[in-house]
């Protein structure tokens, strides 16, 4: 069985290759920007293209996913991007349980996360039951495999991930406002 880091072991980690010193997905964009530009473009067209669902409720379901996956940076700057957005759009984050049709979602990015196989017709059917259509599905399948492999790259390079809620308040609040292309 392979050990885990604990937190205070990830606070002393350093990246496996040569990055500068930035946080998470912002050092590996500095240092190969070749790869900026269509991961960026997937992002923004994820979670700022057109969809039924908003770009809090978009932002939301790639912060679930990030938390799951125990991504630190991914999980503090979408859920702060979320936070940030829910609250222009007159909703919360707190409880998303109290939106069926999110709380159903949520529940099929968590079996895409694990392994898309996992989703059943009864998960669609109770996202439809709550309002959600093909587009909002689709969307929430893809926000959910596309962040597992963001995940998968932070973490597999173990790219910095502050501890500081502030530090993602600030970047948070540039690509809730900003998007991911500038």
């Not at 240092?31 to 409720?57: I, M, V, W």
């Not at 996360?113 to 909002?136: E, F, M, N, Q, T």
Request: some cysteine; overall charge negative; hydrophobic content about 40%.
């Amino acid at each position: 069985m392979l050990d885990m880091p604990s937190a205070a072991q990830d606070d002393e980690r350093v990246p496996h290759i040569n990055l500068p010193e930035l946080p998470g997905m912002v050092g590996l964009l500095v240092q190969y920007p070749h790869t900026a530009g269509p991961l960026n473009g997937l992002a923004d067209a994820l979670l700022r293209g057109p969809s039924p669902l908003t770009p809090g409720e978009r932002e939301t379901i790639a912060a679930y996913v990030s938390s799951r996956n125990e991504c630190t940076y991914c999980s503090g700057i979408h859920g702060a991007v979320a936070a940030h957005l829910l609250h222009q759009e007159g909703k919360t984050t707190e409880h998303p349980e109290t939106d069926p049709k999110l709380q159903a979602l949520l529940a099929i990015a968590e079996k895409v996360r694990v392994d898309g196989r996992g989703v059943s017709p009864a998960d669609i059917d109770l996202a439809r039951k709550h309002g959600a259509d093909d587009k909002a599905i689709h969307d929430t399948v893809l926000i959910a495999a596309a962040f597992s492999m963001y995940n998968r790259y932070v973490d597999g390079l173990a790219t910095l991930a502050p501890r500081e809620p502030e530090v993602y308040a600030q970047h948070a609040k540039n690509l809730a406002e900003g998007g991911y292309l500038r």
